[in-house]
T-cell receptor
Framework: AQSVTQPDIHITVSEGASLELRCNYS??????LFWYVQSPGQGLQLLLK????DTLVQGIKGFEAEFKRSQSSFNLRKPSVHWSDAAEYFC?????????WGAGTKLIIKP | ETGVTQSPTHLIKTRGQQVTLRCSSQ?????VSWYQQALGQGPQFIFQ???????GRGNFPPRFSGLQFPNYSSELNVNALELDDSALYLC????????????FGPGTRLLVL
């Protein structure tokens, strides 16, 4: 069965430090992979997506993610976080007509 | 280009009542998907509509139903509300023949008492 795992429920990072959020997926075919961000009480904003081609994808707000087929991973990275990056981040895999979601990782920024 | 809009933003109902949530899709999109997001969890797929027909459904009972209109807007109807239906309901629009990327509205927060 298709599934997405985000192993970290919370991550705390100092402002200006680098960030990596982990995502592992289980999917039989070549996956379509997404990262979305959700601010408190808000909808979901697309950060980036991977369909094919270059395994390192660039997104908005300075985020990037790397698809590693051998590890079934699609980790999100940012070289230097800002206080405005505090939010919840969701990884999802596209399976036919639906998105299957991880449980999310809450990013906390220390001043 | 307008984004996905949803109404109302918040709603309070009592157990057993019925509710209708509305969604207007992003211009140029022909597909609408609905998700339920309980507090502290990731979204769960309810169903998707394309050309006014249900195109796929998640593990939700029949009391969750929907409609899509010729202008691609959509409604989610929930009958016989239960306490566990309290959640954020998210609508997403996409273009079926495109890459399928889904763009989300701000959601409707439903509280069932």
């Amino acid at each position: 069965a298709q599934s997405v795992t985000q192993p970290d429920i919370h991550i705390t990072v100092s402002e200006g430090a680098s960030l990596e959020l982990r995502c592992n997926y289980s999917y039989g075919a070549t996956p379509y992979l997404f990262w979305y961000v959700q601010s408190p009480g808000q909808g979901l904003q697309l950060l980036l997506k991977y369909f094919s081609g270059d395994t390192l994808v660039q997104g908005i707000k300075g985020f990037e993610a790397e698809f590693k087929r051998s590890q079934s991973s699609f980790n999100l990275r940012k070289p230097s976080v800002h206080w405005s990056d505090a939010a919840e981040y969701f990884c999802a895999v596209g399976a036919n007509y639906q998105l299957i979601w991880g449980a999310g990782t809450k990013l906390i920024i220390k001043p | 280009e307008t984004g996905v809009t949803q109404s109302p933003t918040h709603l309070i109902k009592t157990r057993g009542q019925q509710v209708t949530l509305r969604c207007s899709s992003q211009s140029g999109h022909n597909t609408v998907s609905w998700y339920q997001q309980a507090l502290g969890q990731g979204p769960q797929f309810i169903f998707q509509y394309y050309r006014e027909e249900e195109n796929g459904r998640g593990n939700f009972p029949p009391r969750f139903s929907g409609l899509q209109f010729p202008n691609y807007s959509s409604e989610l109807n929930v009958n016989a509300l239960e306490l566990d239906d309290s959640a954020l309901y998210l609508c997403a629009s996409s273009f079926l023949a495109g890459d399928g990327t889904q763009y989300f509205g701000p959601g409707t927060r439903l509280l069932v008492l």
